[in-house]
């Protein structure tokens, strides 16, 4: 398999790079997994014959304001101008999102008279629960691939990168939000002060702004190291978010702990003059407990790479004697982590023989990199492997319900993260 790897900057170059909220030249290295290519490009089998392009994902955090981050390779055009991943084909995900909507509707009020804007809106995965419910929605969503379904589920959405020229497109149309809903985006726009001062200017005065994301402090204590990559360019704590929204006029003013992803925050804020929100304490605790966790110093960041390689080791040395021993091993996923998760082990098609996905987009197609085949889940049913690595390990558990039936034939489950598990 040919590769092309982009030439890495020198040392000093590198270390110059400033951090893309506050400035301050980035010096403190958070993590360094090596190379990797772009992780939601799954090549067809025509394109095996290609080389792919490969990225450093060096990590680093920033010593002033402690946004962690990686460097911008690829524009967000070149990443999501046509995308594979579509929000719709995980049930516990959907489920998710219409509690939210029915959360949000009771919380704050909304009605026919409201206004909902999502951006990064993907295939309507959520707002179609507010449609359901006759709020009326705009999506935002740059993927023209993707936004093509929402708008068949009868989702208005918009084919736009958000930042602030839309939005004060949008505020001059009269057409504020109530709720800006941002599910797993504020890690994807690189340039993140236009990303959220366009979210401040499309709220009402009164409006309101919720953030999910996964939360930094979690992926330190779980070890989900493979929720780096490149389409990621930034990973928040508590502390780093409060900064950026109060230098755009924002103000955070309740979050709650979520399962997702392994551990989110979703994040509550609304324009700094609002008097309609009073700040939980909530806000307080998790600040709290950041602070206690010593994130608001760079050594409490030096340790993580040490547990992300006992965890390369573990998962390596099982995977190796499965193959010792004549054990077949399959994967289940194709999830955007599994690149990182991947290349950082160097794991192949000789350790892992194919994997299954649901998304049929991504069925016949490749696994960036490693080349490992991608099927439909039935090739499990049909090929009774003996092993099964979830690789989107957030949906173990539902994963594991659906794949009860690999019990049959002595089948075993493998999880990866946060520490190797076989059962």
Partial sequence: MSTLTVPVESRKQTLAKP?????????????????????????????????????????????????????EYESPENIFGDYAYFSSYSDSWLKHCENYCDKMIKRFGLNEQSFVVEVASNDG???????????????????????????????????RF??????????????????IAGNNVLAQVPDLNDFVEGLKVLLKPDG?????????????????????????????????????????????????????????????????????????????????EEESAGLDSVEAYEGFAQQVRATKFALIDFLLTAAQHGKTVAAYGAPGKSATLLHYCGIGKDLIEYTVDRNPYKQGRFLPGSRIPIYH????????????????????????????FIRDWGGRFVVPIPKLTVS
């Fill in 19 to 71: 951090c893309r909220f506050c400035g301050t030249a980035l010096k403190q290295t958070f993590i360094d997994l090596g190379m990797s290519p772009l992780c939601e490009t799954y090549p067809s089998a025509a394109d095996l014959s290609r080389g792919e392009i490969y990225y450093p994902l060096h990590v680093y955090v920033c010593q002033q304001c402690f946004l962690v981050q990686l460097e």
């Fill in 125 to 159: 995965y959520l707002l179609q629960y507010f449609v359901k419910r006759k709020v009326p929605v705009l999506g935002i969503e740059p993927a023209a691939n993707v936004a093509r379904v929402a708008n068949e589920k009868g989702v208005p959405t918009s084919v």
């Fill in 162 to 179: 958000f930042g602030t020229q839309l939005a004060k497109e949008l505020a001059d149309q009269g057409r504020c939000a109530d709720l």
């Fill in 208 to 288: 309101v702004l919720t953030l999910e994301f996964p939360h930094l402090l979690r992926l330190i204590e779980h070890n989900e190291f493979d929720t780096i990559y490149h389409e990621h360019f930034s990973y928040f704590s508590m502390l780093a978010t409060v900064r950026i929204m109060e230098a755009h006029g924002l103000r955070v003013f309740d979050v709650e702990a979520l399962p997702t992803h392994g551990g989110s925050l979703r994040v509550y804020a609304c324009r700094a003059e609002s008097g309609a929100h009073l700040i939980q304490e909530s806000v307080r605790e998790l600040i709290a």
């Fill in 377 to 404: 889940p039935d090739h499990i049913r049909e090929t009774k492997p003996d092993y099964v690595v979830v690789l989107p390990w957030n949906l173990k558990d539902e994963i594991t319900t659906q794949l009860q």
